[in-house]
């Protein structure tokens, strides 16, 4: 009985230096990636202080001028007057006793560099004149007004897809629901300008109700 307990107690004793030794193995390896991972010295994997941020990056960047197509970001530039050309445009140039006459018009990029403007109708006005006298302004009864953003490209022209025609009547904001008066006819002259997002046809487009 001895002999057997001896022998009981040498295996058991082998079995714990086993399990110590592959402890101490397993907190070797730990050890070695806690010291990879955190370096001596250090308190996290960020700086404690933040780099100093130079003159040249901290200026803002400025804001392009009007004149410009492209700012800093890329970005197209506004139409203005001085890079778009509008023109008042009618199908023809004299109109009989039952002819309505069809109102459009175009804009072209007369620059050098592409700009985006809002060609829609909410940016669309229409103005029929005689003499001093406004007859007709297309925005005094306009419904259901759009916008249509588009870029031009250099010499790039865009028109107007559907024309509007004109009852040949004096418009007002006031009779809009109602019957309005016929304007004079019989050979007087009528002229048409127009204007998109505030840019003006430099011409008015001349014509006349014959009938």
Not at 24 to 53: E, N, R, Y
Not at 89 to 104: C, R
Not at 105 to 130: A, D, H, M, R, Y
Not at 152 to 158: D, K, N, R
Request: contains cysteine; negative net charge; aromatic residues 6%.
């Amino acid at each position: 009985m001895a002999t057997g307990e001896q022998s009981a107690k040498d295996k058991r004793s082998v079995y714990i230096r086993r399990r110590l030794w592959v402890l101490a193995g397993l907190l070797a390896v730990i050890a070695i990636v806690v010291l990879v991972i955190w370096k001596p010295g250090s308190t996290s994997g960020f700086p404690t202080t933040p780099k100093a941020t130079s003159s040249a990056a901290a200026t803002p960047k400025t804001t392009p001028t009007p004149e410009s197509t492209e700012g800093a970001t890329g970005e197209v530039a506004e139409c203005t007057d001085k890079s778009v050309t509008v023109e008042a445009l009618t199908d023809k140039g004299s109109y009989g006793a039952n002819e309505l006459p069809q109102l459009s018009l175009q804009i072209t990029n007369s620059g050098e560099k592409p700009c985006s403007i809002n060609v829609g109708t909410s940016q669309q006005v229409f103005t029929i004149t005689s003499g001093t006298d406004v007859y007709w302004t297309s925005t005094d009864c306009q419904v259901e007004p759009a916008d249509a953003v588009v870029q031009l490209e250099p010499g790039q022209t865009v028109a107007s897809s559907t024309p509007i025609a004109w009852d040949r009547t004096r418009s007002s904001t006031t009779t809009c629901e109602g019957e309005r008066p016929a304007v004079p006819a019989g050979g007087v002259s009528y002229h048409l300008s127009t204007s998109v997002a505030g840019i003006e046809s430099a011409k008015t487009k001349q014509f006349l109700l014959a009938g």
